[in-house]
């Protein structure tokens, strides 16, 4: 184009560069559109997922009309916000079809004018006709593909937002490793808080024997699972120090401290499989016998042998269990791992008082010769612990057996006097 006439060739780049003008300003009204798409879309998914997974509750308290509305006016934004934005993006290719005619026009103008000032032939006129076409075809092609980029930079935003999120620490340099594990356990001024701003555990210090059953007791937000993940180095502390047989979890990888735990939490977790696969969750060469021991110890092996297949019923959505057998069930896949340290977070919160008092006889076997933590809220359960840590606002505020801190007539004596008063 540029050989055959630079005025003609200037003609056709301008009208271009007009035409993408347009498609830059339609892109930026449009781009919000997209972005407001998907953040409605991962809006109404987990609408839609929060309203299936509760939809007892959701039944139970007449609230169908209302999950109803909440639904159709997260739809509506979704399809305003959807219409609009394929509509401002649909513009551009009709407007880059626009700059293609515009482009011809103006240079069939301006090479009219030309070729009536002698300065070019029509030959000229009719050869970039035919290059303004090759010219702006691309563009065009650049301007269809737009609306699926625009689309996809929206999703990607959100999709860059968690794969820029900090990752934990490397830690494969962390070889060393704990043999013949005795239990002993101490927490050394640990310091630590989600936001580094907002201390929950506030120098934090206590050693505990191997073999000791400590429980830990404390109002709500006290910092009680805070601590228990601490020890499962789940989260890292801010400072201080947590040991196991004086070696430091910080020095531990994940794994080896996660492989010296058996844990039991209050959110039971069951996966489809067999009974038999989830008591021996992860670990190989079970026997027969051993877990058969373990489902008696805790009371539940006769439920079991109740089911059409035994050990070999496949837990699914077809198979009914109460939030006490599912419980059961993972006590027992702890006591089958039988590590050397074992964790109870309110592990008998979803069972009735007697089952209950099968578990507690059950754990009281199990953590014979191991170091156990447990969590109650129900301090009838943790009488004969050998420590019981008083925790309130991140500290210990209270330290020793069940006799000891009735005798104090403080916050423990409080809190256990307190629940049978409301028992009364």
Excluded at 181 to 208: H, Q, T
Excluded at 267 to 278: A, C, K, V
Excluded at 292 to 304: P, R, T
Aim: hydrophobic share 40%; glycine share 6%.
């Amino acid at each position: 184009m540029l050989k055959t006439n630079v005025t003609l060739t200037i003609t056709a780049i301008v009208a271009t560069l007009i035409g993408f003008g347009f498609m830059t300003i339609i892109v930026s009204k449009s781009q919000r559109y997209f972005e407001r798409q998907q953040r409605l879309l991962g809006e109404i998914n987990g609408h839609i997922e929060e309203v299936y997974t509760g939809h007892s509750v959701i039944k139970a308290y007449n609230a169908q009309e209302k999950t109803n509305k909440d639904f159709k006016e997260l739809n509506n934004k979704l399809r305003d916000t959807g219409w609009k934005a394929q509509f401002i993006s649909g513009l551009m290719m009709p407007l880059m079809t626009f700059v293609g005619n515009f482009g011809y026009v103006a240079v069939c103008v301006v090479g009219a004018m030309l070729a009536f000032n002698n300065k070019i032939s029509f030959g000229v006129i009719v050869a970039f006709m035919m290059y303004i076409r090759f010219f702006t075809q691309p563009l065009g092609q650049l301007a269809q593909a737009a609306t699926s980029l625009q689309s996809t930079s929206a999703a990607s935003k959100r999709v860059f937002e968690f794969l820029e999120e900090e990752e934990m620490v490397d830690e494969s340099n962390n070889t060393v490793s704990i043999d013949n594990v005795k239990g002993n356990v101490s927490f050394e001024n640990v310091k630590f808080g989600y936001n580094e701003d907002k201390l929950i555990i506030k120098d934090f210090s206590v050693d505990i024997k191997a073999g000791q059953k400590v429980a830990i007791v404390g109002p709500t937000g006290a910092g009680k699972t805070t601590l228990v993940n601490l020890l499962m180095k789940f989260y890292d502390v801010n400072s201080g120090k947590i040991k196991i047989d004086d070696v430091a979890i910080q020095d531990l990888s994940r794994e080896k401290v996660h492989d010296l735990f058996c844990m039991v939490l209050q959110d039971t977790w069951l996966f489809e499989g067999t009974i038999r696969d989830n008591i021996t969750y992860n670990k190989e060469d079970v026997s027969e016998s051993v877990i058969v021991s373990a489902c008696k110890a805790v009371g539940i092996d006769h439920f079991i042998r109740t089911l059409p297949h035994g050990y070999d019923t496949v837990l699914d959505d077809n198979t009914n269990l109460s939030a006490g057998q599912k419980q059961l069930i993972t006590i027992a896949r702890a006591m089958v791992k039988d590590a050397s340290l074992l964790i109870l977070d309110e592990a008998t919160s979803s069972v009735d008082t007697r089952t209950e008092i099968l578990i507690q006889e059950a754990m009281d076997k199990l953590s014979t010769g191991k170091t156990s933590f447990v969590i109650a809220h129900r301090l009838s359960t943790i009488k004969n612990a050998d420590v019981i840590l008083v925790m309130k606002d991140g500290d210990i505020i209270e330290s020793g057996n069940h006799d000891e801190l009735l005798k104090l007539n403080g916050f423990y004596a409080e809190l256990y006097n307190s629940q049978f008063e409301k028992a009364s």
